[in-house]
């Protein structure tokens, strides 16, 4: 440990989550610029400095930033921008026809939506004063929240030799056991696997997780066939101004392009 403790262990089981990405744009380290980590202290202080804020961009159109935007849109006086790279708004859960929903209703409550653009630079001198978007355009602001999205948190991992994933996620069997046979990964650290295609998905669910813990709480000392993981569903749902969303398993595109027979069905209630 960093008080130079020496703990010896039959059986180790790392759960050492992720930590938020930092897309790699100049200035990104200015003050004003806050990443999203899963911390209610650190997170609480955030929401109080956002509070004396006039204008704030979020940096991400995932669940973080569009939940974020929504919350935050309530502070009276407060400007909310949002930024997304991809065409559309939660492009890796839902299809388009729900990502509309989604920007739509954001929009409603006032904040400005921008998808299919790059923050390129965040601009000013010690403090962030404004951004630069591809293409040229320039937005004040008084804030950033970075929600990109997570990595997993394998620096532990990687020093002890263990095998990553193709998503950096720590490798795992079916019984979340590591190349070392007494090493378990559970939680956002460990690679995940889809249920469908069985390859490789950058899901951090808390429900997933949890899952994952017991598997390899049953397995830890003797392999029990009937608990192990056969790869995630991935089972979302988000709320936004009193609409909620939810999915289950693969998209109509994502299954399209995995080469899945499609049906696809519709009712109004």
């Known amino acids: 440990t960093k008080n130079d403790q020496i703990f010896r262990y039959e059986k180790l089981v790392l759960a050492t989550g992720s930590e938020p990405i930092m897309p790699p744009i100049e200035g990104i380290n200015r003050e004003g610029v806050y990443p999203i980590y899963k911390d209610m202290v650190y997170l609480k202080k955030l929401i109080e400095e956002v509070k004396k804020a006039n204008k704030v ?12 935007a929504d919350e935050i849109s309530k502070i009276d006086g407060l400007n909310v921008s949002l930024v997304e790279m991809l065409p559309t708004l939660l492009p890796n859960s839902f299809d388009t026809e729900f990502s509309v929903i989604a920007q739509e209703t954001l929009e409603s409550r006032g904040v400005a939506v921008l998808t299919g653009v790059t923050v390129e630079a965040i601009l000013g001198n010690e403090k962030v004063d404004k951004i630069r978007l591809s293409g040229g355009r320039e937005i004040a602001v008084d804030k950033i929240i970075i929600g990109a999205g ?31 046979s007494d090493i378990f990964a559970v939680g956002d650290c460990a690679a995940k696997r889809d249920f469908y295609t069985h390859k490789e998905v950058p899901v951090m669910l808390a429900s997933t997780a949890t899952a994952e813990a017991r598997i390899a709480g049953a397995n830890l000392y003797s392999l029990k066939v009937v608990r192990e993981n056969k790869g995630t569903i991935a089972i979302y749902s988000t709320y936004i101004d009193g609409k909620v969303l939810g999915s289950a ?8 392009k995995e080469g899945f027979e499609i049906v696809v069905g519709s009712t109004e209630v």
């Open 57 to 68: 961009l979020i940096l991400g159109g995932g669940f973080i930033g569009i939940e974020l």
């Open 249 to 256: 398993g693969l998209t109509e595109n994502s299954a399209a």
């Open 150 to 180: 997570g990595i997993p948190n394998t620096k532990i991992a990687s020093e002890a030799g263990l095998n990553l994933g193709i998503g950096k996620g720590i490798w795992v069997d079916e019984y979340m056991r590591t190349i070392d």
